[in-house]
């Protein structure tokens, strides 16, 4: 510094001895010799940029990676799994070519490891072994423990990267979904990031049969006792079934319906509660009437999806993901009755207090990886939330939009719009605006015992609606066993 501080000065100096010699030179003609105050301000000006140049920060680790990979073009390769469905998994292959076509210096090595339960078991044996890949979904329930373990990368650097980040512009997530990814962690972190597989729960019904009965889908809960009671006592099968394919969806939805915190604020478990009782009674009484039901009680063993049994009208009205209404279609050919159905939003206990859940998966880089693949990875985040790479995506697969930019892209707006015709795309369509038509998704606060609780409260809600087991005694046990 005190070279280049010098310097500096020899500068101011140099240029003070020309102008006199030029002044000399010309016999006291053309410009005259600088002042000793505009020598000592140019002195002082060349010190403030000799400052300002010192004072400059270094390039950081991620704009040197930022740079390595995108101005340099460095070649990198990254790993991606997924644990997306073997229908679906084609459209994702189709997305992630179009990325190494725009990013050829990227190779991504791209597998689908099964079921999310699957892909989270490999996930964490590959965290011990320290072989894990650069980036791959995961439930909102595993990120406390990846957190914790330091296995995953704050994200929140990228998101927020004036070059490659999101944040503010047109293709930055809804907030709830933002909310949602960093509330895992401490404020001032982002350890996760929406991917395109979300969805949420809708009620799935006969219309055919609604119609001809004159009835509107139920907005509420004493509608749908209404309803499946009318079913029960003309048909002489439940009116009502709700998928229990995620665990405690069904108690955790209610509950919280009836009151109950289910988590706190603080992070405490809550479901020992009137509410959570209240909640559970509600729908065990309706099953001792014979109102409602359960998927694997229903004739077709429907394990825990109801659509197997509502295509074949074993019961007229389900709670279920709006991905998944392709799977409640009747086909005549496998001998099902023609019928129309119906989508709506989940009912509520209270319309004036709506509580409507998302589901789905999140994006996590893994910290077994060099800056440049963390970068790689990140810029294969953001093109996967391109709108115009997902319109396909979402019309294929029935999941949600996760920007206004994609609900605004006008192939995908055409497909929201389109007249009834009685197809699997015109019902995804209908799922999705099912969903799109209340005024704000929440989610499921995660906490380190997310999965624990997701776990034990879906034990403890077949135990009672299909086991038969005293409700306050296994809830209580339950909720116990949760300290």
Not at 310 to 318: A, G, I, L
Request: charged letters at 20%; a negative charge; aromatic letters at 10%.
């Amino acid at each position: 510094m005190k070279l280049r501080l010098l310097l500096a000065w020899l500068l101011v100096l140099v240029s003070v001895l020309a102008a006199c010699g030029r002044h000399a030179d010309e016999g006291g003609g053309g410009t005259p010799a600088p002042t000793a105050k505009e020598t000592e301000t140019r002195a002082t000006e060349a010190k403030a940029e000799e400052t300002a140049a010192d004072q400059a920060p270094e390039p950081s680790p991620l704009d040197e990676a930022i740079r390595s990979v995108l101005v340099d073009r460095k070649e990198v390769s990254i790993s991606f799994w997924t644990g997306t469905g073997a229908a679906n998994f084609p459209v994702l292959e189709e997305m992630v070519r179009a990325f190494q076509q725009q990013y050829p210096n990227i190779k991504v090595d791209f597998s689908n490891q099964g079921p999310l339960a699957e892909l989270t078991d490999k996930l964490t044996q590959n965290i011990v072994a320290k072989s894990t890949p650069t980036l791959s979904n995961l439930d909102a329930s595993t990120f406390p423990e990846y957190i914790a373990s330091g296995a995953i990368v704050d994200l929140l650097p990228y998101y927020e990267h004036p070059e490659i980040g999101l944040a503010g512009k047109a293709t930055d997530p809804f907030s709830y979904y933002i909310d949602e990814v960093k509330s895992f962690s401490p404020q001032g972190t982002m350890y996760g990031f929406p991917t395109n597989k979300k969805t949420a729960d809708v009620l799935v019904y006969n219309k055919t049969y609604f119609d001809a009965k004159g009835w509107e889908p139920p907005a509420t809960w004493d509608d749908v006792v209404r309803y499946a009671k009318a079913i029960k006592e003309e048909t002489g099968k439940p009116g009502f079934s709700f998928d229990n394919a995620y665990g405690d969806a069904p108690f955790a939805l209610l509950s919280r319906q009836w009151g109950s915190p289910y988590i706190r604020d603080d992070g405490a478990i809550d479901i020992d509660n009137e509410a959570g009782r209240a909640a559970l009674k509600f729908y065990r009484e309706n099953m001792d009437l014979g109102y409602f039901t359960m998927p694997a009680l229903l004739p077709s063993a429907g394990g825990k999806y109801s659509s197997n049994g509502f295509v074949k009208e074993e019961t007229y009205m389900f709670v279920g993901a709006a991905a998944g209404i392709q799977f409640a279609i009747p086909n005549p050919e496998s001998g099902h009755s023609s019928f129309e159905i119906g989508v709506a939003p989940v009912p509520q206990k209270d319309p004036g207090n709506p509580v409507y859940y998302s589901k789905g998966e999140n994006y996590a880089i893994f910290s077994n990886s060099t800056e440049e693949e963390r970068v790689a990875a990140w810029l294969l985040i953001a093109f996967l939330t391109d709108p115009g790479q997902n319109v396909n995506w979402l019309i294929r697969t029935g999941n949600l939009p996760i920007s206004q930019a994609m609900l605004d892209e006008p192939e995908y707006r055409n497909f929201l719009d389109a007249e009834a015709d009685n197809t699997p795309e015109y019902y995804r369509a209908a799922a999705v605006k099912a969903v799109l038509s209340v005024d704000k998704l929440t989610f499921n606060k995660a906490i380190p015992k997310s999965a624990a609780l997701a776990e034990a409260v879906g034990q403890m809600w077949e135990a009672v609606m299909i086991g038969g087991g005293d409700p306050d005694k296994l809830l209580s046990e339950t909720a116990a066993k949760l300290q």
